[in-house]
């Protein structure tokens, strides 16, 4: 299959100014006198995209992602290296890129139009599905500084997936819109991309990246630092957001008034972190693991998966029949689900004191798309907290079928088609099942 893009030991470069004077002092002078730190955005990224893929680019927040889509649209330039491409190329950057603010909306079609290659009698013809697609009614005909994000967002995507691209590049854009305009975008994108598109975007979507990609990019520090499948970048990506996690809990922790801190009896079970821990210390949960059916730590999991949580608690007192728990929130703090060994029927009798024990939940993970934390507890049967630990874990739910809610209730359908129901009796009707 032939390149559609080639990206070549592409840099970037930018100059940074401790003070606004700087900059002039350093030009009156021809560069003798140095006033300015040197920042590279960007450091020799090279790859080359098939014709009709689409790749993600993902990483944390200052990698490089919207440099590296700029310098690929060609509204900025690289310090060095050269990127080529084959074909017209459609870009959604970020947030009102390329819109005058006092132009209409239609006035903005015809110009980013115009800036894609469309002739404007091209344009003309298209303007009908523009306008259907970014449904803004009458905003359409005012002026642009009037939009919201989401209006912005509806009708630059409009514009660039209905100018038939080549290639499409989106960076982050489709994060501002509602679920319903997201979905509409992502159903474009896949008939783009079954009509040859090559499409190049921007998300920290998990579940898009999945459902969309064949292939990923993972960014960090300005550098390239993995290439491959969007299972593989994913899980990376996700082991670097709960690093700075738990980098940030650490530091959170070490302002706070000193305590023991837990030491985990299993190397295999690392000691967790939390962001709130309460409880008289009668108890310490010293390790704790989200594990798949091969025994692997996992982050980024597929609704449905099997999970093994497994919890290691160590005894500092005698304690009779304890209870070990979790508790599953999403990002928003709902409860999702949560059970504990008083409710699944188990008992352990007297433990005493510098006795350890390792507990072991088996579940499926029927949730929906979202991020979730899992919180720990070993409590009396009162429901008094020996030790309590606010999100502890983190993990990701992805799905290649779009689930609304916090459940995933894997519902499946059937269908029966029937005669005319206004000839059906009552216990005909009650007969007729529908999934």
Not at 49 to 69: D, F, M, Q, R, W
Not at 225 to 252: C, F, W
Not at 422 to 428: A, C, F, G, N, S
Request: hydrophobic share 40%.
């Amino acid at each position: 299959m032939s390149a559609a893009l080639r990206v070549e030991k592409v840099s970037k470069q930018y100059r940074i100014y401790t003070r606004p004077g700087d900059r002039l002092k350093e030009s009156l002078t021809r560069g003798r006198l140095r006033r300015h730190k040197e920042f590279w955005a960007l450091r020799d990224i090279d790859f080359e995209i098939e014709a009709g893929t689409t790749v993600g680019i993902l990483g944390p927040n200052g990698c490089g992602k919207s440099t590296l889509l700029q310098i690929i649209s060609g509204t900025l330039a690289p310090t060095h290296g050269d990127v080529w491409h084959d074909g017209r190329i459609a870009a959604l950057l970020e947030l009102g890129a390329g819109f005058d603010p006092e132009f209409t909306g239609v006035e903005n079609v015809y110009m980013n139009a115009s800036l894609t290659g469309l002739t404007r009698r091209e344009t003309e013809k298209l303007f009908p599905a523009i306008e259907r697609f970014a449904e803004i009614g009458e905003f359409l005909y005012q002026p642009v500084k009037t939009y919201s994000s989401g209006m912005y967002v509806r009708l630059a995507f409009a514009i660039a997936a209905s100018a038939d691209p080549d290639i499409l590049i989106i960076d982050e854009a489709l994060a501002v819109g509602d679920a319903v305009f997201q979905h509409r975008c992502l159903r474009r994108i896949k008939e783009l991309h079954e009509r040859g598109t090559t499409v190049l975007f921007v998300s920290h979507d998990a579940a898009a990246v999945r459902a969309l990609c064949s292939r990923a990019i993972l960014l960090k520090g300005g550098r390239m630092i993995q290439d491959g499948t969007p299972s593989e970048v994913l899980n990376h990506y996700q082991k670097m957001v709960m690093e700075r996690e738990e980098t940030y809990q650490a530091e959170a922790n070490s302002l706070a008034p000193q305590e023991s801190r837990p030491q985990t009896s299993d190397e295999s079970l690392p000691a967790p972190s939390y962001s709130f821990r309460h409880g008289d210390r009668s108890a310490e949960i010293i390790g704790a693991g989200l594990l798949d059916t091969a025994g692997a730590t996992v982050e980024v999991i597929d609704s449905g998966a099997a999970l093994t949580l497994r919890i290691a608690v160590r005894f500092l007192r005698q304690i009779d029949e304890p209870v070990f728990g979790f508790l599953i929130r999403n990002r928003y703090g709902i409860h999702a689900y949560g059970t504990n060994t008083k409710e699944q029927g188990l008992e352990f009798g007297a433990f005493e004191s510098g006795q350890t024990i390792e507990i072991v939940f088996n579940f499926d993970c029927w949730l929906g798309i979202d991020q979730y934390s899992i919180s720990l507890a070993v409590h009396s049967r009162e429901g008094f907290a020996y030790d309590w630990l606010d999100a502890a874990l983190f993990f990701r739910v992805t799905s290649l079928r779009l689930i609304e809610g916090v459940a995933n209730l894997n519902a499946t359908v059937t269908s029966r088609r029937t005669t005319n129901t206004k000839t059906l009796d009552h216990e005909q009707l009650q007969s007729l099942s529908y999934g």
